[in-house]
């Protein structure tokens, strides 16, 4: 395929930073943690030259709580950290789904719990797609693979934000940010404009009652509802937009349709497994894998797909964890509606390096019904 | 969305005979407050709205609320505003005015919410020069959890966690807010006022304004705290609560402007 787009070499982090300003984000508020400095360097770089905000915050408590209120002016805003710094973000998190507002976050993973490490992680899966926060919150939740897939996705991020007014997070790992490849600086086909984003905003954001012209009754976003019965009506729109979101599943599979065993596996632990499964392939091995790239809403209707395309196949959850995302890989595939299929699971401890070779064994013993848990 | 009432229905507006010497600011919801009797964020209300008014900068101004007794004080204005989490309004504050440079936004916490969990999204504000304006309420005790220990209560004040008195020791001392602001570069106008007697609601009034004039001028932040009674978990009447602002807590809280880039 020709391709006669330029390229630069950037880090999937500054990726993130470009593709958040292409997107028309203008307001970022971040606390230096790594692996995921190059985002609020990159950002603090791009943003004054396009009349927008950065703000270095005195932690990421203050981060999100500073994300908040830009999102309640409507304005296209993010943050990114790591680790720890997620965890201090989930008060503002929990706030931001109960007022329904459009947050974009990053969270390019390090090894947990606690400091942990600055390696790459998927420890945070639990935390990313089940909430994290106190509360009934549901979080939309990407996971690049790719430093083309950081730029691409931020425009994804906050599409998705603005639609649902929902928080979107961007799940990547030390791997995903800190990898170096040719990104193409083009919007993807389905991005949102900066206009669109404020065309969706306009009906609820706070901006001063006089942009809305005299006479205009005064707006309020909150999360509070004390009154009897108010809290459960909130909640119930709430089960109804997470309902919607569920259409937002996306998922990539390759080399699926003859194999034996099918590989679960997102993130930086995909691009190894892909390695491996190629490697596999050119010794006759009939194996396939199957990518979420969205992990909350997770694609368990594609999952299930493949298990009836193919009665009898197993499946492999590989992930640098000690077992998260094959709970909703077996949740998807239980029962009848998931042909009864086996799941087998191996898991990379935090902060090592995947490679194709390591996971080469493993695939192999799932192939005969025999799991290598890690 | 927002339920607050438009202000002065025009039944109550005057009469061809009448003339009309009081009104209420347009800024302020013509509602019943839930604060109790005595409470002095009726006082502080009315004037943050008044000085709105005279400012005319009601249909760009934006309200940060905090969490405690004054959770609810949007409902009380007639202005755009918006939940922050505990302590985090002043953070919140600086997310919304940098996303809308031409809004004016200001804050409204009490001693808990500012002082004690949100004393770092207060500083930093503060010390980025954020043009935003906030207004801290102290009166020495948690008043929606029912008056337990703020970092603002008095040595040996009586709370319901300090119930042999607060000890400097182990419990530590009343801290002096005001004095903190007034120390940090990017503060513009730092002022402690009580609302205690008509002479110091007075000169409350005029440190708001100022305090909201800072913001205005692009001059830095604004701060303004404002000594309060609470005669319900000061276990007094309203009259004996306005005496411990005099007696008690002024000496502890001296009244006065400690930063003004104003006349600069």
Known sequence: MSDTVARTLIKGNEAVAFGAVDAGCRCYFGYPITPQNEIPETMSRLLPAVSGHYVQAESEVAAASMLLGACAAGVPSMTSSSGCGISLMQEALSYMNGSMLPAVLVNMARGGPGLGDIGPSQGDYFQAVKGGGHGDHRNIVLAPATAQECYDFMFRAFALAFTYANPVMVLGDAIVGQIKEPVRRTPPADALSPAQLEALAAPWRVEGRGKRGPGAAPRLIKSVYLAEGALAARNRLLQDKYEAMRAEARSLSYNVDDADLVVVAYGSIARAVRSTLRALREQGVAVGLFRPVTLYPFPDEALRALAAARPGRRFLVIEQNLGQMVEDVRLALFGAAGCGAEVLWHGLMPGLLANAQMLEEPVRMALAGKEIRS | ?264
């Open chain 2, 1 to 264: 969305m927002n339920s607050s009432s438009m202000p002065t229905p025009d039944a109550l507006r005057p009469r061809d005979d009448e003339r009309l010497v009081f009104d209420a600011p347009a800024s302020q919801a013509d509602r019943p407050t839930h604060y109790c009797p005595g409470c002095h964020h009726g006082i502080a209300h009315r004037l943050v709205a008044e000085v709105l008014d005279e400012l005319n900068v009601a249909d760009r101004t934006i309200l940060v609320a905090s969490v405690g007794c004054s959770a609810f004080s949007y409902d009380y204005f007639t202005v755009d505003a918006l939940e922050a989490q505990h302590g985090r309004a002043c953070a919140v504050a600086t997310g919304v005015r940098r996303a809308n440079p031409g809004s004016v936004v200001f804050t409204y916490q009490g001693d808990g919410d500012m002082a004690a969990i949100g004393l770092a999204e207060s500083v930093h504000a503060a010390n980025r020069g954020e043009l935003i304006t906030a207004i801290f309420i102290n009166n020495t005790v948690y008043g929606m959890t029912g008056g337990q220990m703020a970092p603002t209560t008095l040595i040996g004040q009586k709370t319901t966690t300090t119930p042999e008195g607060r000890h400097l020791l182990g419990e530590g001392g009343p801290l002096r807010m005001t004095e903190l602001m007034a120390g940090l570069d990017g503060v513009a106008y730092a002022e402690r006022c009580a609302l205690d007697s008509v002479k110091h609601v007075r000169a409350a009034k005029k440190a708001l304004r100022n305090a909201f004039e800072v913001q205005l001028r692009g001059l830095g932040f604004g701060f303004v705290e404002l000594l309060s009674g609470c005669p319900t978990n000061w276990h007094m009447t309203p009259q004996a609560a306005n005496r411990r602002i005099s007696e008690e807590m002024i000496p502890v809280f001296p009244l006065g402007v400690t930063k003004n880039l104003l006349d600069k």
